[in-house]
Structures are given as C-alpha cells and as structure tokens.
C-alpha cells in the first residue's frame, strides 16, 4: 500500500506513517535539499550571467574588429588608381 491510499487513512498507519518520517529525520532532510537547491539556483543564475557578459564581450570586439576591417579596407580602396578618377568625377 502506498502512503496516501485509502487504507492510510486508518489511525494506526497514520501514527506509522509519522513515526517513519520522525525515525527517518525526513522533515530535515528536506529542509536540507532545500537549501542545497536553492544554492544550486543561485549558482546556475550567477553562471547564466557570467555566460552572457563573457559572449557580450565577444559580440562587442568581432563588431569593433569588423568596422576596423571596413575602415583599412575604405582606405585601402581610396588609394587605389581607379578609385582616384571617380573621386574627380
């Protein structure tokens, strides 16, 4: 029978049932998982964070490195003697 069940319901399997959950310390144990998953959480959302500041960082200097790109390349092609007729156009 499973705790829970109608036959559960009698008095003296409601007493055993209590008397295993005090012999067992279920009611700490508990309280203790709790808080170990609550810190568990905790240290999941600080990783997330860190995740996302460390691939802003990565977006933030490729977009710098990319306009760096597109600036010498700008520069590059302005020296260029074709480039040079269609600037005195």
């Keep these: 029978m499973r705790p829970g069940s109608t036959a559960w319901k009698d008095e003296r399997y409601s007493t055993l049932q209590e008397l295993l959950w005090e012999d067992q310390d279920?009611?700490?144990?508990?309280?203790?998982?709790?808080?170990?998953?609550?810190?568990?959480?905790e240290s999941a959302k600080y990783e997330i964070e860190v995740a996302k500041d460390a691939s802003s960082v990565f977006l933030e200097r490729v977009i710098v490195a990319l306009i760096a790109a597109e600036l010498l390349l700008?520069?590059?092609s302005t020296g260029l003697p074709g480039h040079a007729l269609e600037a005195a156009k």
């Design 26 to 41: 279920l009611e700490e144990r508990y309280d203790e998982l709790e808080r170990r998953l609550g810190h568990v959480t």
């Design 74 to 76: 700008s520069s590059i």
